[in-house]
């Protein structure tokens, strides 16, 4: 039973990096656009999660730059007001660009707000009402009670594919030990990075060996990286692993929560204990929400693979480029890197963004319609901000044209996308 009811234009679904630009995008565009998010604060994975780093942007070989548009503006924000900064990547993703995750809350807040379209938080999305192929309601939960709201258009930028998967749109799903493992990002304060910096990747590898040998410390990721924020002395850690878990069973997401924190004890123990530079810190965080990498994958008009990333694959209906490497967080694996070959980029096309049967939704993020492996490269927070902008975009399309999302003229939605500095 539902208590209220509201109309819009566009209806987005999460508030992470592609939910973000999914509204900017409709509401520039003219659009009477509802963003919904169930946590306080925009971002998702960029903020809650406390990943603090865009990578996508550039190439990783060529440095060339793929991504502009709406993404590039919001970086370049944080980078004038001297909250980020470019930085090389340990593992050869490329130069990342590292923020204070408070000041992308704002940026994020006030792009929404500036935009015109209205935002509402600490609400769930939950049922999905739907007739002859369109979704005509979408039930939010939150302190009020429920409400349905109609659209012309929803976009799914839930990262899990909540609202495609209610609507009985087909989708993938890896099982529990494929899925790419869940982290707990975590912050420290009073660190001397300079004696932290002189210890290796390796060095700091073979350190976590020795902890784990000597049975003081329980260390799952004997690998995993920090590094410096645009805070002084403050670092950002990403080396706790909790694998085998659906993020989308709330009971096993619970555990992996409480997992995660105990794992990051032992990482800040053992950083203090064994490795210089940490003597002095403490946590001064834990994500609020651990970081999930990976659950359900939509199958869409046409479905990205490993094969198409690695060979840098184009296409015609192309809406954003990537060239970030297949970086798999296998459960009980280590890290399985696999760099884009060619000239550095591959397209993700539209029809990645197009669920099948439902005539009315897009999707943007990493939910898009990819196999793992292939996600595994196009969840990079640049090209997720891209697809929200595609999506955004596609939606105003479809609805100036009435025709369904799947339907509208790829070239049409490159030409806009083009001439709101999109790279394609
Ligand atoms: C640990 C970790 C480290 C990473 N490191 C990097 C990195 O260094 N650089 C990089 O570029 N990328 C990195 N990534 C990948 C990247 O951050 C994500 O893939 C990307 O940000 C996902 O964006 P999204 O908007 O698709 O999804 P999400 O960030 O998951 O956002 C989804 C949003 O929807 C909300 N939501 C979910 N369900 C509902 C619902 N039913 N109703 C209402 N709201 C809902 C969520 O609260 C969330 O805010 C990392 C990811 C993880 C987990």
């Given at each position: 039973?539902?208590?209220?009811?509201?109309?819009?234009?566009?209806?987005?679904?999460?508030?992470?990096?592609?939910?973000?630009?999914a509204a900017v995008s409709a509401a520039r565009g003219g659009l009477k656009v509802l963003l919904v998010e169930s946590q306080g604060c925009l971002g998702g994975s960029r903020t809650a999660t406390g990943v603090d780093t865009f990578y996508g942007f550039y190439t990783p070989q060529q440095q060339q730059r793929i991504v502009g548009g709406i993404p590039w503006e919001l970086a370049q924000q944080l980078i004038k007001m001297n909250a980020a900064f470019e930085r090389k990547n340990t593992y050869g993703a490329g130069t990342g660009i590292t923020y204070d995750v408070e000041l992308l809350k704002v940026v994020y807040e006030d792009a929404v707000l500036t935009s015109g379209a209205e935002l509402l938080y600490h609400t769930y999305a939950s049922l999905v009402h739907q007739s002859e192929g369109r979704i005509t309601g979408v039930v939010l939960a939150n302190k009020l009670g429920l409400t349905e709201v109609s659209a012309k258009i929803y976009i799914d930028a839930t990262g899990d594919g909540d609202i495609a998967a209610r609507a009985g749109a087909p989708f993938e799903k890896s099982d529990a030990m494929e899925l790419q493992s869940l982290?707990?990002?975590?912050?420290?304060?009073?660190?001397?990075?300079?004696?932290?910096k002189k210890v290796s990747h390796a060095e700091?590898?073979?350190?976590?060996?020795e902890a784990n040998q000597s049975g003081k410390y329980v260390l799952p990721r004997e690998e995993g990286s920090w590094h410096v924020t645009p805070n002084p002395g403050v670092i950002q850690a990403n080396?706790?692993?909790?694998?085998?878990?659906?993020?989308?069973d709330p009971f096993a997401l619970t555990i992996a929560e409480v997992e995660?924190?105990?794992q990051t004890q032992q990482y800040v123990r053992f950083?203090?204990?064994?490795v210089p530079g940490f003597e002095n810190g403490f946590l001064i965080g834990t994500s609020h929400h651990i970081g999930v990498r990976e659950t359900r994958r939509i199958i869409g008009g046409y479905m990205l693979t490993e094969e198409d990333v690695v060979a840098g694959r184009r296409f015609e209906d192309g809406i954003a480029c990537c060239g970030a490497p297949i970086e798999d967080h296998g459960a009980g694996k280590d890290t399985r890197w696999v760099y884009v070959q060619g000239d550095g980029y591959y397209h993700i096309p539209y029809?990645?963004?197009?669920?099948?049967?439902?005539?009315?939704?897009?999707?943007?993020g990493r939910c898009?319609?990819?196999?793992?492996?292939?996600?595994a490269s196009a969840r990079n927070s640049a090209q997720c901000m891209a697809m929200g902008q595609a999506a955004g975009t596609a939606a105003a399309i479809s609805i100036e044209r009435n025709v369904a999302a799947r339907d509208i003229p790829s070239q049409a939605l490159q030409e806009r996308l083009v001439s709101q500095n999109a790279i394609i």
């Open positions: 039973m539902t208590t209220s009811s509201k109309n819009v234009d566009v209806l987005v679904l999460g508030g992470g990096a592609a939910g973000v630009c982290s707990t990002i975590f912050f420290m304060a009073n660190i001397d990075t300079d004696a932290a700091l590898a073979s350190m976590m060996k080396m706790v692993r909790v694998g085998g878990v659906d993020a989308t995660g924190r105990k950083l203090k204990d064994c029809r990645s963004l197009v669920p099948q049967r439902i005539d009315n939704l897009l999707v943007a898009l319609s990819a196999t793992h492996g292939a996600q």
